[in-house]
């Protein structure tokens, strides 16, 4: 089963002020087809996830263009460019190659300082 | 607008059995591949059970002969039937839709306690 794993699992970030998510995974997510299907999720607090970025880079219809995405093989990142209030929550990584079960990482937690 | 509204969760001992369903608007059931995704008090999300267009249907180890997911084309609805429920099946229940290796549309989750 591939792993997932992310870093930091808690940030504290000052408003306005970059935050960078690590996600990582035990095997390539890289598909025979040619695609790379690692999507990111966000969960504010009592509500369900949100998705925000899919196949690595790919920024949902709605999701702000400060979020972005990148990263290949096992190594990705989830970048914040300047952090608003509403960012408040935990963020997921999660791997669709190997599936059909779907695999998160723990979650990050985003607060701000 | 996709929309899917999970209901049949609630206070069950150990053992026993529940159903969970998720009705869905802006989209069909059947035609689409269909998750449920729980998340454990304060703990993060897992994947369950997936069933695609063609009706098949796969499951978590965690879950695997205990568990059984299914769709009425009729009503719309995704089912998961969980039989002899443990303390650690006790979670928020999402169901979601599964697009293009990805999830793109969550319900709003129903949540499972299971205590004595």
């Known amino acids: 089963d591939v792993v997932m794993t992310q870093s930091p699992l808690s940030l504290s970030v000052t408003l306005g002020q970059p935050a960078s998510i690590s996600c990582g995974s035990s095997q390539s997510l890289a598909h025979n087809d040619g695609n790379t299907y690692l999507t990111w999720f966000q969960q504010r607090p009592g509500q369900s996830p949100r998705r925000l970025i899919t196949?690595?880079?790919y920024r949902d219809s709605g999701v702000p263009d400060r979020f972005s995405g990148s990263g290949s093989g096992t190594d990705f990142t989830l970048k914040i460019s300047r952090v608003e209030a509403e960012d408040v929550g935990i963020y997921y990584c999660?791997?669709?190659?190997?599936?059909?079960?779907?695999?998160f990482g723990p979650g990050t937690t985003v607060e701000i300082k | 607008e996709v929309q899917l509204g999970e209901s049949g969760g609630g206070l069950i001992q150990p053992g026993g059995s529940l159903r969970l369903s998720c009705a869905a608007s802006?989209?069909?059931?059947?035609?689409?591949?269909m998750t449920w995704v729980r998340q454990a008090p304060g703990k993060g999300l897992e994947s369950v059970s997936v069933?695609?267009?063609?009706?098949?249907?796969f499951y978590a180890a965690s879950v695997r002969g205990r568990f059984t997911i299914s769709r009425d084309n009729s009503r719309n609805t995704l089912y998961l039937q969980m039989d002899s429920l443990r303390a650690e099946d006790t979670a928020v229940y999402f169901c979601a839709r599964v697009a293009y290796s990805s999830i793109d549309s969550w319900g709003q989750g129903t949540p499972v306690t299971v205590s004595s």
């Open positions: 069933i695609y267009s063609s009706g098949a249907t």
């Open positions: 802006g989209l069909s059931v059947t035609s689409n591949y």
């Open positions: 999660m791997q669709g190659t190997h599936w059909p079960i779907f695999t």
């Open positions: 196949k690595v880079s």
